[in-house]
Every structure is written in structure tokens, then in C-alpha cells.
């Protein structure tokens, strides 16, 4: 599974972003998928992920109530809808497939990753 990430940008505080991840192959529907972020000097974290019907979310604390995790299966897309955004959540994000279709949160259980993008959030 390849997965190509887009949709980053740089915003003002408060402003919204919506992130695409497109996978390559349609098998990408028996996988969970997930949003990781990386910041400068910080370990990358998770930030959310969804199960394989997309039945099941789960988030990270600090972007609960802001940002919404959501997938395609007939587009073979999965998308970050980013609201309400704080200087905070600048990083780069990443798209992952997960190894099993339900939703986790820990980066081992991941093994496909996209290249990233980059949101930076200004305040």
C-alpha cells in the first residue's frame, strides 16, 4: 500500500484545514488508518485513527471536539478534517495504514506510512 498525503498548508490560529491521504491499492479497505504528527524536535504522535468501515474513531485529547478523522473506501481515501486550529498543531502530518483493520492508537501497529505534509498553524 502506497500512501500519498496532501492538503497542508499554513493557516492563521482558529483557521481549518482539511488533509487527504489517497492509498494505491483497493485492499487499503481491510485496514485501519490513522494521522500521526511530527514536531519540530518532538517524537511524532498519534493524532487519530479509524477503523476499516469507519465505524470506530479514536483521538488524540488535545484535538478532540476540533478535528475529524473520516475515510472513503470507494475513493480509497481517509481524510483530517482540522478545525479550530492552535499554534500547537504545527507539525508534519502523516497518514498510516494500520497492520489489522480495527482502530489503535500506537505507532508499531502501523506499517504503511505516507511521505507527509506540512500544517503551520500561525497565531
Known amino acids: 500500500v502506497q500512501l500519498q498525503a496532501s492538503g497542508g498548508g499554513s493557516v492563521q490560529a482558529g483557521g481549518s484545514l482539511r488533509l487527504s491521504c489517497a492509498a494505491s491499492r483497493r485492499t487499503f479497505t481491510n485496514n485501519g488508518m490513522g494521522w500521526f504528527r511530527q514536531a519540530p524536535g518532538k517524537e511524532r504522535e498519534f493524532v487519530a485513527g479509524i477503523s476499516w468501515n469507519g465505524g470506530s474513531t479514536t483521538y488524540k485529547d488535545s484535538v478532540k471536539g476540533r478535528f475529524t478523522i473520516s475515510r472513503d473506501n470507494a475513493k480509497n481515501m481517509v481524510y483530517l478534517q482540522m478545525n479550530s486550529l492552535k499554534s500547537e498543531d504545527t507539525a508534519v502530518y502523516y497518514c498510516?495504514?494500520?497492520?489489522?483493520?480495527?482502530?489503535?492508537?500506537?505507532?508499531?501497529?502501523?506499517?504503511?506510512w505516507g511521505q507527509g505534509t506540512q500544517v503551520t498553524v500561525s497565531s
Open positions: 498510516a495504514a494500520g497492520r489489522t483493520a480495527a482502530v489503535v492508537s500506537q505507532e508499531a501497529l502501523y506499517n504503511y
